[in-house]
C-alpha cells in the first residue's frame, strides 16, 4: 500500500507592494476674500513707506507716483469691497478707510493741479503762488501724518488682513459704480475670485465702451455737460484697463490681450492731458482744447480703439 505524502501548505509568497503615487488633488480656486487679504496687505505696506518718504518741502510735479499709488489702493479697496462688511458693533472700517484714502487722493490731486494746469514743457518754467502753494502741500502733509500713525496704520492693515470668509458680504449700497455699485454682476461668495472678478470687467467694459463712443461724438467740450461726459467716459475706462494690468490672468489669452490694454492705456494717457487743461484755474483755452479734443478722437479713429475695447472684451475669460 502506498504511502500518501503529507501535503505541505505552504504561504503565498505575497506580491510586492507599489506604493501608489497619488496625485496631490488641485488646490481649491482662490476665492475674492483669499485674494483681498493676499494682495492689500503689502499694498497698504507700500502706501503707508510711499507716505513716510513723503519730504516736507515736497513740490506738486514730485507727488504724481504718490497719487497714483494711492488710486491704485483706492481702486483695490473698490474691487474687493463686498468681502469687507460692517463690523458687529455696526461699524464701518472699510467706509472709513475708503473715505480716507479718497480725502488724500483730493489733497495730492489739488496739490499736483498746481503743476499740471501750467501746461509747462520743463518742471523749472513753474512758477506758483507761494501763499496757495503751502496751503495745499499742508493739507496734503497733515493728511499724510494722520495717515502714518504706527497705531492707524496698524489698524488698517490688520483690516485688510483680515476679510469676511464666504459670508455676510457688503450689498451693493455705498459700493463704486465703477465695479460692483452699479447695475450688473454681485460678487459671489461661491465662485472663485477670477470667476467675479472677469464676470464684472465683462460687463463693465460693454458700458465704458459706449461712454467713450458718447464722449467721441461730442464736438467740444466747453459745457458742464460736455465735460462730465468726457470725465465719465476716462474714468470708466481707466478702472478697468488697471484692473486688467494688475490681473492678467483674467484674459482668457493674457499674450492677446496685453497690446489691447496697452492702447486703451494710451487712451487714457491723452484723455489725461486734456483733463490737465480743463482744470486750469482759467478754464484752458477754448480753441486749445478743441484742437487736442479734435486731434484724440482722429487718433482713436486710426487706431480703431472702438475694435480694441470690443476684442479685449471678448479676450476675458468665462466661468
Given at each position: 500500500?502506498?504511502?500518501?505524502?503529507?501535503?505541505?501548505?505552504?504561504?503565498?509568497?505575497?506580491?510586492?507592494?507599489?506604493?501608489?503615487?497619488?496625485?496631490?488633488?488641485?488646490?481649491?480656486?482662490?476665492?475674492?476674500?483669499?485674494?483681498?487679504?493676499?494682495?492689500?496687505?503689502?499694498?497698504?505696506?507700500?502706501?503707508?513707506?510711499?507716505?513716510?518718504?513723503?519730504?516736507?518741502?515736497?513740490?506738486?510735479?514730485?507727488?504724481?507716483?504718490?497719487?497714483?499709488?494711492?488710486?491704485k489702493?483706492?481702486?483695490?479697496?473698490?474691487?474687493?469691497?463686498?468681502?469687507?462688511?460692517?463690523?458687529?458693533?455696526w461699524?464701518?472700517?472699510?467706509?472709513?478707510?475708503?473715505?480716507?484714502?479718497?480725502e488724500?487722493?483730493?489733497?495730492?490731486?489739488?496739490?499736483?493741479?498746481?503743476y499740471?494746469?501750467?501746461?509747462?514743457?520743463?518742471?523749472?518754467?513753474?512758477?506758483?503762488?507761494?501763499?496757495?502753494?503751502?496751503?495745499?502741500?499742508?493739507?496734503?502733509?497733515?493728511?499724510?501724518?494722520?495717515?502714518?500713525?504706527?497705531a492707524?496704520?496698524?489698524?488698517?492693515?490688520?483690516?485688510?488682513?483680515?476679510?469676511?470668509?464666504?459670508?455676510?458680504?457688503?450689498?451693493?449700497?455705498?459700493?463704486?459704480?465703477?465695479?460692483?455699485?452699479?447695475p450688473?454682476?454681485?460678487?459671489?461668495?461661491?465662485?472663485?475670485?477670477?470667476?467675479?472678478?472677469?464676470?464684472?470687467?465683462?460687463?463693465?467694459?460693454?458700458?465704458?465702451?459706449?461712454a467713450?463712443?458718447?464722449?467721441?461724438?461730442?464736438?467740444?467740450?466747453?459745457?458742464?455737460?460736455?465735460?462730465?461726459?468726457?470725465?465719465?467716459?476716462?474714468?470708466?475706462?481707466?478702472?478697468?484697463?488697471?484692473?486688467?494690468?494688475?490681473?492678467?490672468?483674467?484674459?482668457?489669452?493674457?499674450?492677446?490681450?496685453?497690446?489691447?490694454?496697452?492702447?486703451?492705456?494710451?487712451?487714457?494717457?491723452?484723455q489725461?492731458?486734456?483733463?490737465?487743461?480743463?482744470?486750469?484755474?482759467?478754464?484752458?483755452?477754448?480753441?486749445?482744447?478743441?484742437?487736442?479734443?479734435?486731434?484724440?478722437?482722429?487718433?482713436?479713429?486710426?487706431?480703431?480703439?472702438?475694435?480694441?475695447?470690443?476684442?479685449?472684451?471678448?479676450?476675458?475669460?468665462?466661468?
Amino acid at each position: 500500500m502506498q504511502r500518501a505524502s503529507k501535503v505541505v501548505r505552504r504561504g503565498r509568497r505575497p506580491w510586492p507592494v507599489r506604493h501608489r503615487m497619488l496625485r496631490p488633488s488641485p488646490a481649491a480656486p482662490e476665492s475674492l476674500d483669499a485674494l483681498a487679504a493676499r494682495v492689500l496687505p503689502p499694498l497698504v505696506d507700500e502706501v503707508v513707506a510711499a507716505l513716510l518718504a513723503l519730504p516736507v518741502d515736497a513740490q506738486p510735479h514730485a507727488v504724481k507716483p504718490l497719487r497714483k499709488l494711492l488710486g491704485k489702493l483706492r481702486d483695490h479697496l473698490d474691487l474687493f469691497a463686498p468681502v469687507y462688511p460692517l463690523a458687529h458693533d455696526w461699524r464701518d472700517l472699510w467706509g472709513q478707510l475708503r473715505a480716507a484714502i479718497d480725502e488724500g487722493y483730493g489733497h495730492l490731486g489739488d496739490f499736483k493741479d498746481l503743476y499740471d494746469s501750467q501746461d509747462v514743457k520743463r518742471r523749472e518754467d513753474a512758477r506758483y503762488d507761494e501763499a496757495e502753494l503751502t496751503r495745499r502741500r499742508d493739507a496734503v502733509l497733515a493728511w499724510r501724518d494722520r495717515m502714518v500713525r504706527p497705531a492707524h496704520a496698524e489698524n488698517v492693515r490688520h483690516l485688510v488682513a483680515a476679510p469676511a470668509i464666504g459670508s455676510g458680504w457688503r450689498k451693493r449700497s455705498c459700493l463704486s459704480p465703477r465695479f460692483w455699485g452699479a447695475p450688473g454682476p454681485k460678487a459671489d461668495p461661491d465662485e472663485p475670485a477670477l470667476t467675479n472678478l472677469a464676470r464684472l470687467v465683462r460687463f463693465r467694459l460693454r458700458e465704458a465702451r459706449l461712454a467713450w463712443k458718447k464722449a467721441a461724438r461730442l464736438r467740444q467740450l466747453d459745457g458742464h455737460d460736455a465735460r462730465a461726459t468726457f470725465h465719465d467716459a476716462r474714468k470708466r475706462l481707466r478702472a478697468l484697463v488697471h484692473v486688467l494690468d494688475w490681473f492678467p490672468e483674467l484674459s482668457s489669452a493674457p499674450s492677446e490681450s496685453k497690446p489691447h490694454v496697452q492702447r486703451l492705456t494710451e487712451l487714457v494717457q491723452r484723455q489725461g492731458k486734456i483733463l490737465d487743461r480743463l482744470n486750469a484755474a482759467d478754464g484752458g483755452d477754448t480753441a486749445e482744447l478743441e484742437q487736442k479734443w479734435a486731434k484724440l478722437r482722429r487718433w482713436a479713429t486710426r487706431h480703431h480703439v472702438d475694435d480694441v475695447m470690443r476684442e479685449l472684451r471678448g479676450l476675458v475669460r468665462r466661468g
